[in-house]
C-alpha cells in the first residue's frame, strides 16, 4: 500500500500532529471498515519510565480510530470526538514499532463508534480503546490556516 492509495487523501502527510507522532498509513480494509497504521515511538513521547506518556497513547490511538472513519467516507468527513475511553495494558517501549488498528464500528449520520487498538510487531497487545464521535465536514489545512 503506498501514499498514492485512494484512501490515503493527498494532504494528510502535512498535518502537524502526524510528524509529531510519526504516523505511517499502511492500509485500509474496506469490508472490514479497518484501517493499520505503523509507528514508531519518538524518545520525544515517553516519560522517564522509557515509556509512552498515557495522553500520547491516546493521540495514537485517536489517529488510528480517527483515520479508519476519514478512509471509510473517503476523505470527505472526520470524526469529532465527544469521548474516548482506553486501557493501557503495557507500556510502549521507546524506540518499538507499533502497528495500529482502528476500526468504524458504526458511522451513522449523527454519530460514529470507532475502535482501536495499539500492537507490537509481534502481536503484543498495548492499548485498547472506544470512541464516540460526531461525522464533520474533514477540514483541509488551506480551510484552518495551517498552511
Known sequence: MSLNDSHYPNDAGQ???????????????EAT????????VKREMCTWRGGVQGGLVA???????GYAY??????????LNLDISMSL???IPEGATIIGKGRVVKGGRRVIFLEGELLGE??????RSTSTALPTPRPTPTETGMV
Not at 59 to 65: E, F, I, K, Q, S
Not at 122 to 127: H, V
Open 15 to 29: 498535518s502537524p500532529h502526524t510528524a509529531l507522532l510519526g504516523s505511517e498509513f499502511v492500509s485500509f480494509d
Open 33 to 40: 471498515q479497518t484501517a493499520s497504521m505503523r509507528f514508531t
Open 59 to 65: 493521540g495514537y490511538l485517536d489517529d488510528v480510530m
Open 70 to 79: 476519514v478512509a471509510a467516507t473517503g476523505g470527505e468527513m472526520a470524526p
Open 89 to 91: 495494558i503495557r507500556l
Open 122 to 127: 509481534d502481536g503484543t497487545l498495548y492499548a
